[in-house]
């Protein structure tokens, strides 16, 4: 019997290769590459490969399975060289000791210095991998594991957009192993959360768990919809050894064979230089696109690695130097309901006291009771709290295993905690509302509060404690009172003397002159945020005209849907409020009469007209806000999100994702000095 001639059996394996990667491609992806034409001519011409020579045919043959079938379980991968893991440092001492450690260390095998320095890198919070790559292909992909042998999660892995398949450039290693950082971006996060919660389906408490979950789907249909990303950070096996000799370096050659690498790398000549990496980055951390518990430094030159060697598992070359955690664990003792400025109930978490996010907490928002309820929360658990930079703290999930048996359910109260009305859930709305509107005090507190704030009537002084002084003591119920406080009773008040009473009064003098924009904002009309009350005030320059406006001419305003031009029109057709605005302007509250409508305005009337700016980082010489407040008076459009229609950036000092969006788009960017020069330039031209 004559052998099987090559040929055949070559191109029926090439035809299962690619017949494998298109179908993955069509069924996993949804991206393919080919027409469904053009994969039946190549399903075709395997089985009539496969008729011609029976003996090539196996079960595995895509002839022969249909599509793409999920896994059962995932096989075990063993890493070709382990995967090691990191101290940590908690303080700047405990990065001294190590910093210590290492050139003692060193010093024994007759080297000074660190010769290439630390190479520093953010620590992501994601989950480990190892991408293996034959001749430049992709060819497994492994979790950590216990860091000798992970699972294998190839056809997930392939599901990440930004990993790629095939290495670019050319002389690959025989074998390379990559190792690098899973993750999921904030965004993307906040995005997929919601959406899962808004279809009933299962949220996860932070980008992590999600990151991890979505990696260890055994369908990998279901990974392709998770938005994960990727990272490098390191290699692990790889022959013929032909890499860089600095860990900087090896990272520069990944990104050039297509890596996605961490754009925050960067080197430090010495330990102090670390340290001020983690400061910089420190600052940044809420900026980041991604979440990190910390920042990684390494010894850069490898051969000093190699000297240093490993102990018990973990380099004693690198160390994560972390910081303060973000969540935390700890029991919810009671629920209670809190009454905002518009009646909206809102459950608050009162917690055994615990240091989260670099400050101690003892109260955390639940949101509402859909939330709640979702999350089934009860008083008694063991919870889940998030503080992360500016945020509310937050309580994300419970520790459904912590649960003691007497953990008690939440329900929403019949009555107003604070003045008895009844409490109304409209249908489809998630948020409860106290029905007592002005009566309630709670309501009328919260109105003040924020008819004073600095976005509002920007009314100096007047803060929370002081205006809930100001009605515990009868000295006013509504904001109009406001401007009929006297000198006497103010400086009467408990930690108020003749001189901050004075200094409160002038404040409010200073108030009377404010924009119509500030004024509908701080009015507080449901679901009139500042957005929208500075498109009203376009579209409005004069109050009575807009008082008067019917639901439909509202609606006519771009951006105003149904459910905000009823909320307008009502507002102003209650006889209370109208006796509020009524007494404030007699009060002498007035604004400069704007430009009538836009479309009346000369063309050259705004000099930045048509333009739309985007605002990060921190500027010196005055606040975003301000920032964004003068180019509106220009006429631009200032927005939070880079976009391609973005006329340019403003980036001030640390500006982050928007900055790097900005560059990959290709948007110009000013500094501080070009945004003063842009402001000078465009003063706008006199009112008609
Ligand atoms: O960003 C990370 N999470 C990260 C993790 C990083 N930037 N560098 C890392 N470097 C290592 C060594 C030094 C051991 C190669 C790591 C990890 N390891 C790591 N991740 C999970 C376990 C170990």
């Known amino acids: ?97 190590f910093d210590r450690r290492v050139h003692e260390r060193l010093r024994k095998h007759g080297e000074a210095t660190l010769r290439a320095g630390y190479a520093v890198e953010p620590k992501l919070d994601g989950l480990a991998v190892s991408l293996l790559y034959a001749h430049g292909e992709l060819v497994r992909a492994a979790t950590r594991g216990d860091g000798q042998t992970g699972e294998e999660v190839t056809q997930n892995i392939r599901t990440i957009r930004v990993i790629p398949w095939r290495l670019s450039g050319a002389q690959h290693p025989a074998h390379l192993e990559v190792r690098g950082e899973v993750y999921m971006e904030k965004a993307a996060f906040a995005q997929f959360n919601a959406q899962a919660a808004a279809q009933g389906e299962r949220v996860f408490v932070n980008a992590r768990n999600a990151a991890a979950g979505s990696l260890r789907q055994l369908d990998a249909r279901l990974t392709a919809r998770r938005p994960l990303s990727f990272f490098a950070y390191g290699v692990g096996a790889c022959e013929p050894a032909l890499l860089p000799d600095t860990h900087s370096a090896i990272l520069e050659q990944l990104a050039q ?89 809102t459950p608050v978490a009162r917690l055994a006291p615990v240091f989260v996010g670099g400050a101690t907490v003892s109260n955390a928002t639940l949101h509402n009771m859909d939330e709640l309820r979702r999350k089934d929360v009860r008083i ?57 509107g002005l009566y309630c005090p709670a309501q009328r507190r919260e109105a003040i509060k924020h008819f004073a704030a600095r976005r509002a009537m920007d009314i100096e002084g007047l803060g929370d404690k002081l205006v809930e002084q100001l009605l515990e003591q009868g000295l006013v119920r509504t904001v109009d009172e406001l401007y009929q406080l006297h000198l006497a009773p103010l400086s009467a008040l408990a930690r108020m003397g003749p001189k901050s009473a004075q200094n409160l009064l002038d404040a409010l003098d200073r108030s009377k002159h404010t924009t119509l924009a500030r004024f509908l904002f701080a009015l507080g009309i449901r679901e009139v945020g500042e957005a929208t009350a500075r498109l009203l005030a376009q579209h409005y320059p004069d109050l009575d005209t807009l008082m008067q406006a019917s639901v439909e001419e509202l609606q006519q305003i771009p951006d105003i849907g149904p459910v905000v031009a009823q909320h307008i029109h009502q507002f102003f057709r209650q006889p209370h409020h109208l006796q509020i605005i009524e007494r404030l302007r007699q009060a002498g509250i007035h604004w400069d009469q704007a430009p009538a409508a836009p479309a009346l305005a000369a063309a050259n009337a705004l000099p930045l007209q048509g333009q739309s700016y985007v605002l990060t980082g921190t500027l010196q010489s005055m606040t975003r806000e301000q920032a964004g407040e003068a180019l509106r008076q220009r006429g631009a459009t200032v927005s939070n999100s880079v976009s391609k229609k973005t006329h340019a950036v403003i980036a001030g000092e640390a500006a982050g994702s928007k900055l790097s969006k900005a560059e990959a788009l290709g948007i110009p960017i000013l500094d501080e000095a070009a945004l003063l020069a842009l402001l000078q330039n465009s003063v706008s031209s006199p009112r008609q």
């Open 1 to 97: 019997m004559s052998t099987m001639p090559d040929e055949p059996r070559q191109r029926v394996q090439q035809l299962r290769t690619q017949i494998n990667e298109h179908n993955y491609r069509y069924h996993v992806l949804d991206a393919p590459l080919i027409s469904d034409a053009q994969f039946d001519a190549l399903l075709r011409e395997l089985q009539a490969l496969e008729t011609a020579h029976p003996e090539l045919l196996t079960p595995d043959s895509p002839t022969q399975t249909a599509g793409f079938a999920p896994l059962k379980a995932f096989a075990p991968a063993v890493h070709r060289v382990p995967m090691l893991s990191l101290e940590n440092a908690f303080s700047e001492a405990e990065a001294e000791a």
């Open 380 to 436: 008694g658990d063991t919870v889940w709290v998030r503080r992360a930079g500016e945020v509310i703290p937050e309580v994300v999930g419970v520790v459904l295993e912590q649960r003691p048996p007497h953990a008690q359910t939440i329900s929403l109260p019949t009555q107003c905690p604070e003045c008895q009305a009844e409490v109304i859930t409209l249908p489809g709305e998630a948020v409860a509302r106290c029905s007592g």
């Open 257 to 345: 064979w297509g890596l996605p690498v961490c754009p925050e790398r960067a080197t430090a000549a010495d330990l102090a230089g670390c340290l001020a990496y983690y400061q910089a980055i420190g600052a940044r951390r809420d900026a980041l696109p991604y979440e990190i518990d910390g920042v990684v430094y390494k010894v850069n030159q490898l051969d000093q690695q190699q000297q240093l060697g490993s102990a018990s598992r973990a380099p004693r070359w690198a160390i994560a130097h972390k910081y303060a955690a973000q969540e935390q664990t700890t029991t919810l003792l009671d629920v209670q309901f809190q009454v905002g400025r518009t009646g909206a109930l």
